[in-house]
């Protein structure tokens, strides 16, 4: 059973970065297209960003892009996000998942396509 790992998370001041990883076990990344979701708060779950089998990375969010950036070490199974220029909004859960669709998808895709999700990881950005 396909498993996803999610790490990374914590608190940070407004303008801090972390990286968030995402280890996918078994050694499958090659069959899967992935992606990072987040819900913040009293809001429905978001695409963040996401990576197809081919290696595609989709345009970011406006909300994100120039900040964060999806990459995936097929080496080591990891996908990461690593987000710079940190905003209290960007406060939520942030979620890993995985999907074999076979078509194009992507973080802006329906959600029930995304098949396999972790646990999620908090991230907090507060003065």
């Known amino acids: 059973q396909v498993q996803l790992v999610e790490s990374g998370g914590g608190s940070v001041l407004p303008g801090g970065s972390l990286r968030l990883s995402c280890v996918i076990s078994?050694?499958?990344?090659?069959?899967?297209?992935m992606a990072w979701f987040r819900q913040a708060p009293g809001k429905g779950r978001e695409g963040v960003a996401s990576i197809e089998k081919n290696n595609y990375i989709h345009p970011y969010p406006d909300s994100i892009k120039g900040r964060f950036t999806l990459s995936k070490d097929n080496a080591k199974n990891i996908l990461y996000l690593q987000m710079n220029s940190l905003k209290p909004e960007d406060t939520a859960m942030y979620y890993c998942?995985?999907?074999?669709?076979?078509?194009?998808?992507?973080?802006?895709?329906?959600?029930?396509?995304?098949?396999?999700w972790g646990q999620g990881t908090q991230v907090t950005v507060s003065s």
């Open positions: 998942a995985a999907s074999e669709y076979p078509g194009t998808i992507s973080h802006r895709s329906p959600q029930s396509l995304w098949t396999i």
């Open positions: 078994p050694n499958t990344y090659q069959k899967y297209n």
